[in-house]
């Protein structure tokens, strides 16, 4: 045999997922096991003694602020920024506690304790997969009888693996339970008070690319398929918009999750802005939805910040004042709180909250459609739609056990390209994609009339901020320029910015966003998120936040350029932006809104 026929299947000689091949170490333990006695495994890549060391690491910017003597909060905050460093996982299985936060613990019915097992094994770097055929993942409602028996075939493997074992179904759920509820800090970077926090900010697409690609390579090498491709719950397509036959039924059915809420079974379709009450069943649900894609990916996300979230690097707290980007915080949130089940269970279980989300296989699915929109995003090719370009972001990186039980690094730098991971999704024409062409329609000029009761409207001088989200408020918000030509918004896009939202990280909640619309103070007449005046909302599962933190803060930006072509209020010289609490808000407090021209680059 000629040896280029050999490597598709080499890589799975040393696949070690199988029960009979596991061995965890017995003497484990969790919560900040910071021993300096670990000899290094291998000394070409042991990162241990560099974590171990907090106190070695200097803080460069306590270091500034000592030779630069006194130091303005403003200029302090300048230093930290130009001199930040990437956030970087610390050896997750040595260096782990408990989930703390982010849900009522009294009630959980999920385990809280989600630290990786441990192997003793020393963190390699990552190597992009060789020699291998690209996985094509697959619409879920559209799978084969083949690929819908793999499937369960290897999710119900995995579930028989044994808890410690790094593969297994717990193992694999509690990732996402550590990484977002306090299991890591910045230790690894000198800041063993701050968290790591994978959500809210721009490590949200990466993080979760990451965590899906070594997922998919587990579930693969439990049934010895070296091609196995997970599906995608294509909430962006009419066809696909309810929960995916394929995960129904009950218990015998490896996909079937208890923890779901019962009214949103099929044939429900998903509301993709789901603020926690089911819509008026009058409402075209399809047309809403594809409304939302379109809003999250073209409108209101028009640059690497607006998708991807906010600049987030070490130093920085639960990302503090970091935004969250369009995607994540509105038809991301909305569907895990619209499948979890909040009638039954206190903490929104499994979906519903972070902690617990990956006990549902329809979470790996969700994702890997949220996963497709950062590559449907991409491939729009519009200007403004590329990755962040900050050393702060790629050089980020978070530690995975992969197929072969080894501990692996990997950056977001690696993530970017698919075809370099040997994964991709199912072949759509970009012109198929009906969101694509689901722009909102414009408002009727005759119905706009005596919209605005100009009386309820606060200019931002009568405001004093931070002002309390309890009931609808609405701004007048200067713009910086009117009438702007194509020209101008090809150079700039008109966002705004809402910033500095505190809010309590314990419960489910959103607000929405309106623009030049018809809200009326005081009374309940408010336009939904059907309605061309919707400029998108703020939703947040619970989180997990560090001990010493009671309040979460982020911020959210909107594209207005399309929004006051469509409320033809191009020629005005203010916006009212109308903030409409729905859910979980009585805590939530505003800290700016303002209006900028984002430069295009
Ligand atoms: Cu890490 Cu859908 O969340």
């Not at 996402?176 to 230790?187: D, E, F, I, L, P």
Request: glycine share 6%.
């Amino acid at each position: 045999m000629s040896s280029s026929l050999l490597p598709l299947t080499s890589s799975f000689t040393t696949c070690r997922s199988k029960p009979n091949t596991f061995k965890a170490r017995t003497n484990q333990t969790h919560g900040f096991r910071v021993s300096c006695n670990v000899k290094p495994i291998n000394d070409d890549n042991n990162e241990t003694q560099k974590l171990i060391l907090p106190n070695n690491n200097v803080d460069r910017r306590n270091l500034l602020v000592g030779l630069g003597g006194l130091c303005t909060a403003a200029n302090l905050s300048n230093l930290s920024s130009a001199l930040a460093e990437p956030i970087k996982a610390p050896d997750i299985t040595s260096i782990c506690r408990d989930a703390n936060k982010g849900f009522d613990a009294t009630h959980a019915l999920r385990t809280a304790k989600c630290c990786p097992p441990s192997l003793g094994k020393t963190i390699k770097p990552f190597k992009f997969p060789r020699g291998e055929k690209v996985r094509m993942r697959w619409p879920a409602h559209k799978g084969t009888k083949e690929q819908v028996d793999k499937y369960k075939r290897a999710i119900d493997a995995m579930r028989k693996l044994p808890d410690e074992h790094p593969h297994s179904f717990k193992s694999q759920a509690s990732i996402h339970c550590a990484y977002c509820n306090s299991g890591y800090t910045q230790v690894a970077s000198g800041h063993p008070e701050l968290d790591i926090q994978i959500h809210n900010s721009w490590l949200f697409f990466p993080f979760h690319r990451w965590y899906l690609y070594f997922y998919e390579r587990i579930l693969g090498c439990l049934i010895d398929d070296p091609t196995f491709a997970l599906p995608y719950w294509s909430w962006d397509d009419p066809a696909g918009m309810q929960i995916p036959e394929i995960f129904l039924g009950d218990e015998s059915n490896p996909l079937y999750d208890v923890y779901r809420d019962p009214n949103h079974q099929p044939p429900l379709l998903v509301d993709l802005a789901f603020d926690g009450k089911d819509k008026d069943p009058d409402i075209d649900q399809k047309e809403c939805n594809l409304f939302a894609v379109y809003r999250d990916l073209v409108r209101n996300g028009g640059d690497a910040i607006s998708f991807f979230g906010g600049e987030y690097a070490v130093g920085s707290d639960t990302p503090n004042s970091k935004s969250a980007g369009s995607m994540e915080r509105h038809c991301h949130t909305a569907v895990h709180r619209w499948v979890g089940d909040s009638v039954n269970n206190r903490n929104g279980e499994d979906m519903g909250n972070f902690y617990s989300a990956g006990y549902d296989p329809v979470f790996y699915c969700h994702h890997a459609n949220v996963d497709r929109m950062w590559k449907l995003w991409k491939d729009l090719g519009i200007p403004g739609h590329e990755e962040p370009t900050h050393e702060d972001w790629l050089n980020a990186s978070y530690v995975f056990y992969d197929e072969n039980q080894d501990l692996v690094r990997v950056s977001n730098k690696d993530s970017v390209d698919t075809r370099k991971l040997k994964f991709d999704y199912a072949k759509s024409d970009l012109s198929d994609l009906l969101w694509i062409k689901s722009r909102p329609p414009k408002r009727n000029i005759n119905s706009q009339a005596a919209t605005i009761p100009l009386g309820d409207v606060k200019s931002l001088d009568q405001v004093k901020f931070p002002v309390k989200l309890d009931k609808i408020i609405k701004f007048r918000v200067k713009r910086p320029a009117v009438n702007r030509t194509d020209a101008d918004k090809a150079k700039s896009k008109e966002t705004l910015l809402i910033n500095g939202i505190k809010f309590n990280p314990n419960n489910f909640l959103k607000f929405d966003v309106f623009v030049n619309d018809k809200v009326n103070v005081g009374t309940d007449e408010f336009p939904t998120p059907c309605d061309p005046e919707y400029a998108g909302g703020f939703a947040q599962l619970p989180h997990g936040v560090g001990e010493h933190k009671m309040l979460m803060s982020s911020a959210a930006r909107f594209g207005l350029d399309e929004l006051l072509e469509d409320t033809n209020t191009e020629g005005d010289e203010y916006v009212v932006v109308a903030l409409v609490p729905r859910t979980g808000t009585e805590d939530l407090t505003i800290g700016e809104i303002k209006i900028e021209l984002v430069p295009v680059v």
